[in-house]
């Protein structure tokens, strides 16, 4: 492993990403978010991403100079289409245009198509708490969970993520995929050729497996068993039907350049707290925030990814020499 600055990390990947056919500004997006990730202990949507974004990138599975393009079907609605690229430009577009609409109309809504996988949703929906808005983003991702008593996967691992500010301090931040575990990390050890733990994923023929490889070809177990996967189905009507995008079952792979684009979707919803009529939002949150931190041996959702990114940005990025050549 070799240790880089942040910046460092970030300038290579962008000049990676932009060797291989994607615009400067896209390959500067998708940089930001792997470091970010990479930075939070979210390894598997960090560094472990680069070579299958690049295998993508470079066989047309995504298009590098795509530019997202925004419309206005309704006065709270800002529909983006992703143009078969990366996801982070979309969402940054988001990030940047939602919050004009919100306050504006008190709630504002961004259905994002054709677009592709997301990395750390949490890091979305964040930028938009650290702007005053609670955010809400639902991801749908290529099949990987059977309905509840199935074998077949129809539904993604399918994400949740949610932010709210909490005032003088950084947003409270909770991001959770749908499976009891997400997918990124079973890629990464199948990259690094360890074992799984049991209870997370099922062989092609539904059995319990600690190989990666056979859990990433068979199913993901769901989070609260019945009760996830009846969340995943949610996510798939509110980022795929709602959207326009593919479902879960018919979009390609995020992992391999086979196929066609993934054409999977977003949606992402921001609320002004001051447009309910009222200025208690920020109170009633330190309250619950104190509620919370008052009793030993707990903390907020996100505390140690916190403090994770601000020992990466005091200390560096470990980078496998491998990923490095």
Known sequence: MTKLSF????TRLADLFAAAGASPANAASVAWALVMAEADGLKGHGLSRVPTYLAMLRSGKIDGQAVPVARRPKPGVLAIDAG???????????????????????VAIAPIRRSNHCGAAGLHV?????????ALLFANTPAAIAPWGGAKPVFGTNPIAFAAPLAGRDPLVIDMALSKVARGPIV??????????????????????????????????????????TLALMVEILAASLVGAHFAFEAS??????????????????????????????ERMRMLAHA???????????????????KARAEGIEVAEELLR
């Open 292 to 310: 919370i931190e008052d009793q030993d041996g707990t903390r907020l959702p996100g505390v140690r990814r916190l403090n994770l990114r601000a």
């Open 253 to 282: 792979s995020f992992l391999d350049d086979k196929g066609g684009p993934p054409d999977t979707g977003q949606l992402i919803l921001a609320i002004d707290p001051s447009a309910m009529g009222g200025h208690w939002f920020g």
């Open 188 to 229: 990464a050890a199948r990259q690094k050729g360890e074992a799984i733990p049991e209870g997370w994923a099922l062989d092609p023929a539904g059995k319990p497996t600690t190989d990666a490889a056979a859990a990433l070809a068979g199913t993901m177990v769901p989070l609260g068993d019945a009760k996830g996967a």
């Open 126 to 134: 964040e930028r938009l708490a650290e702007q005053g808005l609670v």
């Open 7 to 10: 910046e460092a990390v970030e």
């Open 84 to 106: 078969h690229g990366f996801a982070y430009p979309a969402i940054d577009l988001a990030v940047i245009e939602l919050p004009v609409l919100a306050r504006e109309q008190g």
